[in-house]
């Protein structure tokens, strides 16, 4: 099982693959790797002189790590979950994460949730001790799961004393767009920071054209890809039942939570990946989608937008959103239906 679980944490970092990424010219290539969030991150800048502006964009993902995990002690979410319900000075670095979460949660009726997290853990996620918690392990863990009991006012933010919150889902998708705005304001015109499943990109690539974005094929992650994103400044990420699980008596359980259920979300998406503008709502809206299944999402889609998205489903269906007809190419030997 190890061996599986570590394969598919090397998978994970491979996801989202990014092709193309070869400068021109002048423009030197300078690369960066971070150990941050459980995740190996590249960043990658082109241009003259982005090593320090490299340097620092790292350093606010280290920082935005200790930040945002759930424990230690320069942890503002350990704070919060030990504060006995107390409300607790909150920072943009906590707030902007927190309300893009419960928007999301709110628009896609709890599919998001980060008061989830004892469940997380009660899976075996947090410790990776796996094991499959009872049912009324479970039942009695989600009586205490309610996003909208989270309550933010301008600089502060409250949890009741016997919940917890973790933001898991969104700390990548908010450290990537605090690393994009940090090689910008260093004068960085052309980049791609690769957080795992996270993909921001800064500007085109050197000679102005495209970033190529690869998505993954869930059912072989290490090996294939199922098309090709081509894509200007924007954030790209993907959430699938791939990155992260275990196998016990033969079932595969995954990381991501139906907050109604307790259990690994069984919607038939086995991958989404969304296009969006911010990087930390792509992240919210990856998970909750994925726990929504295609015929949510795409509701959620049409009502919301702000977004485009890549679904894939376990019966080999990829479906493309409108907006992102024209960037995808399915890749020849994908093996999926894919219908325009
Ligand atoms: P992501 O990889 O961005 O889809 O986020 C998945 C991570 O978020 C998991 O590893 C959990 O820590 C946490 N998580 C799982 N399910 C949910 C959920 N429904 N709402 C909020 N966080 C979740
Ligand atoms: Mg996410």
Not at 120 to 141: C, H, M, Q, R
Not at 280 to 287: R, V
Request: glycine content about 8%.
């Amino acid at each position: 099982m190890r061996k599986k679980l570590f394969r598919a944490a090397t998978l994970f970092i491979c996801h989202l693959l990014l092709l193309s990424l070869f400068s021109c010219g002048e423009d030197v290539k300078n690369t960066k790797t971070v150990f941050a969030m459980d995740t190996v991150m590249t960043l990658t800048a082109y241009g003259k002189d982005t090593s320090a502006a490299l340097d620092t964009a790292a350093k606010t993902i280290r920082e935005l790590d200790k930040k945002l995990s759930y424990s230690g002690k320069e942890s503002e979410v350990y704070k919060l979950n030990s504060s006995g319900g107390k409300p607790v000075k909150a920072d943009d670095d906590l707030l902007t994460p927190l309300k893009v979460s419960l928007d999301v949660s709110e628009k896609s009726g709890g599919a998001l949730d980060v008061t989830v997290f004892p469940v997380v853990k009660a899976w075996g996620f947090i410790s990776k001790e796996y094991t499959v918690p009872t049912d009324n392990k479970l039942a009695s863990l989600l009586k205490n799961v309610d996003w909208s009991s989270v309550k933010i006012s301008e600089d502060s933010v409250s949890v009741p004393e016997n919940a917890e919150i973790d933001l898991g889902a969104v700390a990548k998708g908010y450290a990537s767009e605090r690393a994009a705005e940090t090689l910008i304001s260093k004068g960085v015109k052309s980049a791609v920071i690769s957080l795992g499943g996270n993909v921001r990109t800064v500007g085109t690539k050197p000679d102005g054209s495209k970033w190529n974005v690869a998505v993954v094929d869930p059912t072989e992650p290490g090996t294939k890809t199922v098309g090709t994103l081509k894509l200007g400044e924007t954030s790209v990420v993907t959430s699938g039942g791939y990155q992260r699980y275990f196998e016990k008596n033969g079932k595969r359980y995954h990381h991501i939570i139906d907050p109604k259920t307790g259990r690994p979300a069984e919607s038939g998406l086995i991958s989404v990946t969304v296009v969006c503008d911010d990087g930390t709502y792509a992240d919210a809206l990856s998970t909750a989608l994925f726990v929504l299944g295609l015929d949510k999402a795409m509701e959620y889609y049409r009502e919301y937008g702000g977004f485009e998205a890549v679904f894939i489903t376990d019966d080999k269906k990829i479906t493309v959103t409108d907006g992102l007809v024209s960037a995808f190419t399915v890749s020849d030997d994908s093996g999926f239906e894919y219908a325009k």
